[in-house]
């Protein structure tokens, strides 16, 4: 039968007189425990949560500190990779900025949209000129005549 803990302050408490360790199901760590330990060497315990009943697993910490050097190594490398993913995202950013400022790297500019016509009248109005009565919604309906 499972130990049941009233609240997670319960469990903790439990966890830092005894020197164990603990984690919370759904979480990484607890199916980690789970599959690499034996049945011996972690208990499985109910905790009350605000949420309703969890479940949490208990283990030593010497299990913990025993694995510290293959966690130490495994942060100087993680760290050392950060370092070389931002020295890479640099040199990327600052080839694309000298690419850009040297103008090889010339954007082709938009279309200018056409304006619709009638055939004999020219241009109705001018969707790309600033100024009242440019737009289309200010257009007075009658014939245009180009000048």
């Known amino acids: 039968m499972a130990r049941e803990f009233a609240n997670q302050q319960a469990l903790i408490e439990y966890a830092e007189q005894n020197g164990l360790a603990y984690a919370w199901k759904g979480s990484n760590i607890f199916a980690k425990r789970q599959r690499q330990l034996s049945p011996e060497q972690y208990e499985i315990v109910d905790v009350r949560t605000s949420r309703g009943m969890n479940q949490a697993v208990l283990f030593s910490q010497a299990i913990l500190q025993a694995n510290a050097p293959l966690r130490e190594a495994m942060a100087i490398k993680r760290e050392r990779w950060r370092v070389l993913r931002a020295k890479r995202a640099f040199e990327r950013a600052v080839k694309q900025r000298a690419v850009t400022l040297s103008g090889l790297e010339n954007p082709v500019p938009a279309p200018r949209p056409q304006a619709p ?14 100024g009242p009565g440019t737009r289309a919604d200010s257009f007075l309906p009658g014939p245009y005549i180009s000048p």
Not at 117 to 130: F, M
């Open 117 to 130: 016509t009638i055939p004999g009248c020219g241009p109705l109005i001018d969707p790309v000129a600033k």
